[in-house]
Antibody, heavy 122, light 105 residues
Framework: EMQLVESGGGLVQPGGSLRLSCEASGFSFSNYWMSWIRQAPGRGLKRVANIKFDGSETEYEDSVKGRFTISRDNAKNSLYLQMNSLRVEDTAVYYC???????????????WGQGTQVTVSS | SYELTQTPSVSVSPGQTASITCSGDKLGDKYVCWYQQKPGQSPVLVIYQDSKRPSGIPDRFSGSKSGNTATLTISGTQPMDEADFFCQVWDSNIIFGGGTKLTVL
Protein backbone atom coordinates (compact mmCIF):
# COMPACT_ATOMS: atom_id res chain seq x y z
CA GLU A 1 0.00 0.00 0.00
CA MET A 2 1.33 3.41 -0.94
CA GLN A 3 1.72 5.71 2.02
CA LEU A 4 3.03 9.20 2.75
CA VAL A 5 3.53 10.32 6.34
CA GLU A 6 4.29 13.96 7.15
CA SER A 7 5.81 15.37 10.31
CA GLY A 8 7.39 18.54 11.59
CA GLY A 9 4.47 20.93 11.79
CA GLY A 10 3.75 23.11 14.78
CA LEU A 11 3.29 26.60 16.17
CA VAL A 12 5.91 29.17 15.23
CA GLN A 13 6.19 32.93 15.55
CA PRO A 14 6.25 35.18 12.50
CA GLY A 15 9.74 35.25 11.06
CA GLY A 16 10.52 31.79 12.41
CA SER A 17 11.42 28.55 10.66
CA LEU A 18 10.12 25.00 10.41
CA ARG A 19 11.23 21.91 8.52
CA LEU A 20 8.58 19.51 7.32
CA SER A 21 9.35 15.90 6.47
CA CYS A 22 7.44 13.32 4.47
CA GLU A 23 8.36 9.65 4.47
CA ALA A 24 7.17 7.53 1.56
CA SER A 25 6.53 3.81 1.37
CA GLY A 26 4.85 1.32 -0.94
CA PHE A 27 6.18 2.73 -4.21
CA SER A 28 9.48 3.56 -5.93
CA PHE A 29 9.96 7.03 -4.44
CA SER A 30 13.03 7.82 -6.55
CA ASN A 31 10.98 7.49 -9.77
CA TYR A 32 8.49 10.27 -9.02
CA TRP A 33 8.27 14.02 -8.84
CA MET A 34 6.85 15.05 -5.46
CA SER A 35 4.92 18.09 -4.27
CA TRP A 36 4.00 20.02 -1.16
CA ILE A 37 0.43 21.32 -1.26
CA ARG A 38 -1.13 23.49 1.42
CA GLN A 39 -4.67 24.21 2.52
CA ALA A 40 -5.31 27.34 4.55
CA PRO A 41 -8.22 27.31 7.04
CA GLY A 42 -11.53 27.21 5.21
CA ARG A 43 -9.80 27.71 1.90
CA GLY A 44 -8.80 25.71 -1.10
CA LEU A 45 -5.66 23.93 -2.13
CA LYS A 46 -2.46 25.39 -3.51
CA ARG A 47 0.74 23.68 -4.54
CA VAL A 48 3.68 25.54 -3.03
CA ALA A 49 6.62 23.51 -4.33
CA ASN A 50 7.58 20.44 -6.29
CA ILE A 51 10.79 18.57 -7.04
CA LYS A 52 12.00 16.28 -9.80
CA PHE A 53 12.59 12.61 -9.04
CA ASP A 54 16.37 13.10 -8.81
CA GLY A 55 16.21 16.48 -7.07
CA SER A 56 17.76 18.31 -10.01
CA GLU A 57 14.77 20.61 -10.62
CA THR A 58 12.50 22.49 -8.26
CA GLU A 59 9.55 24.85 -8.72
CA TYR A 60 7.94 27.22 -6.25
CA GLU A 61 4.73 29.19 -5.97
CA ASP A 62 5.48 32.91 -6.11
CA SER A 63 4.52 33.69 -2.50
CA VAL A 64 7.09 31.25 -1.09
CA LYS A 65 10.01 31.84 -3.47
CA GLY A 66 13.16 32.71 -1.59
CA ARG A 67 11.66 31.57 1.74
CA PHE A 68 10.87 27.87 1.24
CA THR A 69 13.21 25.14 -0.01
CA ILE A 70 12.05 21.72 -1.15
CA SER A 71 14.51 18.83 -1.10
CA ARG A 72 14.57 15.06 -1.04
CA ASP A 73 16.73 12.14 0.05
CA ASN A 74 15.94 9.16 -2.16
CA ALA A 75 18.07 6.86 -0.01
CA LYS A 76 15.71 7.59 2.86
CA ASN A 77 12.52 7.77 0.73
CA SER A 78 11.98 11.20 2.22
CA LEU A 79 10.80 14.62 1.07
CA TYR A 80 11.43 17.85 2.95
CA LEU A 81 10.23 21.44 3.03
CA GLN A 82 12.41 23.99 4.81
CA MET A 83 10.28 27.02 5.61
CA ASN A 84 12.02 30.24 6.65
CA SER A 85 10.76 33.78 7.31
CA LEU A 86 7.32 32.38 8.03
CA ARG A 87 4.33 34.69 7.79
CA VAL A 88 0.88 34.54 9.35
CA GLU A 89 -0.52 33.81 5.89
CA ASP A 90 1.58 30.62 5.68
CA THR A 91 -0.73 29.08 8.30
CA ALA A 92 -2.19 25.95 6.72
CA VAL A 93 -2.24 22.19 6.66
CA TYR A 94 0.67 21.05 4.52
CA TYR A 95 0.33 17.85 2.50
CA CYS A 96 2.97 15.98 0.60
CA UNK A 97 1.72 14.26 -2.52
CA UNK A 98 3.09 12.11 -5.30
CA UNK A 99 3.00 13.70 -8.73
CA UNK A 100 1.74 11.36 -11.43
CA UNK A 101 1.50 11.81 -15.18
CA UNK A 102 -1.30 10.66 -17.48
CA UNK A 103 -0.55 12.50 -20.69
CA UNK A 104 0.30 15.97 -21.90
CA UNK A 105 -1.09 18.42 -19.37
CA UNK A 106 -2.39 15.65 -17.10
CA UNK A 107 -0.83 15.68 -13.62
CA UNK A 108 -2.93 14.08 -10.89
CA UNK A 109 -1.70 13.83 -7.29
CA UNK A 110 -1.96 10.35 -5.84
CA UNK A 111 -1.59 9.55 -3.01
CA TRP A 112 -1.56 12.37 -0.46
CA GLY A 113 -0.20 12.26 3.05
CA GLN A 114 -2.38 12.87 6.10
CA GLY A 115 -1.11 16.45 6.41
CA THR A 116 0.71 18.39 9.09
CA GLN A 117 -0.56 21.64 10.63
CA VAL A 118 1.62 24.73 10.48
CA THR A 119 0.45 27.69 12.54
CA VAL A 120 2.27 31.01 12.37
CA SER A 121 1.19 33.30 15.17
CA SER A 122 2.62 35.55 17.82
CA SER B 1 -3.93 33.76 -13.89
CA TYR B 2 -6.16 30.83 -14.72
CA GLU B 3 -9.18 30.19 -12.50
CA LEU B 4 -11.56 27.29 -11.95
CA THR B 5 -15.04 28.02 -10.62
CA GLN B 6 -17.04 25.59 -8.51
CA THR B 7 -20.45 25.99 -6.89
CA PRO B 8 -19.77 26.30 -3.13
CA SER B 9 -22.34 23.76 -2.05
CA VAL B 10 -24.58 21.01 -3.40
CA SER B 11 -27.21 19.01 -1.51
CA VAL B 12 -28.60 15.65 -2.48
CA SER B 13 -30.84 13.03 -0.93
CA PRO B 14 -29.45 9.54 -0.31
CA GLY B 15 -29.81 7.35 -3.37
CA GLN B 16 -30.12 10.28 -5.73
CA THR B 17 -27.60 11.57 -8.27
CA ALA B 18 -25.28 14.43 -7.35
CA SER B 19 -23.69 16.63 -10.00
CA ILE B 20 -20.74 18.85 -9.12
CA THR B 21 -19.46 21.24 -11.76
CA CYS B 22 -16.17 22.97 -12.47
CA SER B 23 -15.87 25.67 -15.10
CA GLY B 24 -12.96 27.50 -16.63
CA ASP B 25 -11.85 29.21 -19.80
CA LYS B 26 -10.93 26.73 -22.54
CA LEU B 27 -11.45 23.87 -20.09
CA GLY B 28 -12.16 21.63 -23.05
CA ASP B 29 -8.48 21.81 -23.92
CA LYS B 30 -7.34 20.65 -20.50
CA TYR B 31 -7.46 17.42 -18.54
CA VAL B 32 -9.52 17.61 -15.35
CA CYS B 33 -8.93 15.71 -12.12
CA TRP B 34 -11.31 15.47 -9.16
CA TYR B 35 -10.49 14.93 -5.49
CA GLN B 36 -12.74 14.00 -2.58
CA GLN B 37 -11.84 15.31 0.87
CA LYS B 38 -13.87 13.97 3.77
CA PRO B 39 -13.92 15.96 7.02
CA GLY B 40 -10.60 15.76 8.82
CA GLN B 41 -8.98 13.71 6.05
CA SER B 42 -6.64 14.38 3.18
CA PRO B 43 -7.80 14.60 -0.44
CA VAL B 44 -8.23 11.40 -2.45
CA LEU B 45 -8.07 11.27 -6.24
CA VAL B 46 -11.42 10.00 -7.58
CA ILE B 47 -11.24 10.99 -11.26
CA TYR B 48 -8.32 11.80 -13.56
CA GLN B 49 -8.00 12.62 -17.25
CA ASP B 50 -11.59 13.90 -17.23
CA SER B 51 -13.32 10.56 -16.77
CA LYS B 52 -10.97 7.81 -15.59
CA ARG B 53 -11.32 6.23 -12.15
CA PRO B 54 -8.28 5.12 -10.14
CA SER B 55 -8.40 1.58 -8.84
CA GLY B 56 -10.48 1.29 -5.69
CA ILE B 57 -12.83 4.17 -6.52
CA PRO B 58 -16.47 3.00 -6.73
CA ASP B 59 -18.06 3.10 -10.15
CA ARG B 60 -20.82 5.38 -8.86
CA PHE B 61 -18.24 8.17 -9.37
CA SER B 62 -17.96 9.35 -12.96
CA GLY B 63 -16.53 12.35 -14.76
CA SER B 64 -17.44 14.12 -17.95
CA LYS B 65 -16.75 17.36 -19.75
CA SER B 66 -18.63 19.53 -22.20
CA GLY B 67 -17.35 22.81 -23.50
CA ASN B 68 -15.93 24.84 -20.62
CA THR B 69 -17.57 22.78 -17.87
CA ALA B 70 -16.48 19.53 -16.27
CA THR B 71 -18.91 17.51 -14.17
CA LEU B 72 -18.35 14.99 -11.43
CA THR B 73 -21.41 12.78 -11.09
CA ILE B 74 -22.12 10.56 -8.13
CA SER B 75 -24.88 8.07 -8.83
CA GLY B 76 -26.81 6.51 -5.96
CA THR B 77 -25.19 8.93 -3.52
CA GLN B 78 -24.51 7.49 -0.08
CA PRO B 79 -24.13 9.32 3.24
CA MET B 80 -20.46 8.28 3.21
CA ASP B 81 -19.97 10.38 0.06
CA GLU B 82 -20.50 13.61 2.01
CA ALA B 83 -17.29 15.59 1.51
CA ASP B 84 -15.62 18.52 -0.18
CA PHE B 85 -14.77 17.98 -3.82
CA PHE B 86 -12.05 19.86 -5.71
CA CYS B 87 -11.31 19.97 -9.42
CA GLN B 88 -7.78 20.46 -10.72
CA VAL B 89 -6.14 21.20 -14.05
CA TRP B 90 -2.73 22.16 -15.31
CA ASP B 91 -2.28 25.56 -16.99
CA SER B 92 1.46 26.21 -16.89
CA ASN B 93 0.98 25.45 -13.21
CA ILE B 94 -1.31 23.38 -11.05
CA ILE B 95 -4.70 25.03 -10.53
CA PHE B 96 -7.34 23.88 -8.06
CA GLY B 97 -10.96 24.93 -7.97
CA GLY B 98 -12.32 26.49 -4.80
CA GLY B 99 -14.17 23.33 -3.82
CA THR B 100 -17.79 22.19 -3.50
CA LYS B 101 -19.25 20.94 -0.24
CA LEU B 102 -21.54 17.99 -0.92
CA THR B 103 -24.20 17.44 1.72
CA VAL B 104 -26.18 14.21 1.72
CA LEU B 105 -29.43 14.66 3.62
Amino acid sequence: EMQLVESGGGLVQPGGSLRLSCEASGFSFSNYWMSWIRQAPGRGLKRVANIKFDGSETEYEDSVKGRFTISRDNAKNSLYLQMNSLRVEDTAVYYCARDTYCGSGCFPFDPWGQGTQVTVSS
Amino acid sequence: SYELTQTPSVSVSPGQTASITCSGDKLGDKYVCWYQQKPGQSPVLVIYQDSKRPSGIPDRFSGSKSGNTATLTISGTQPMDEADFFCQVWDSNIIFGGGTKLTVL
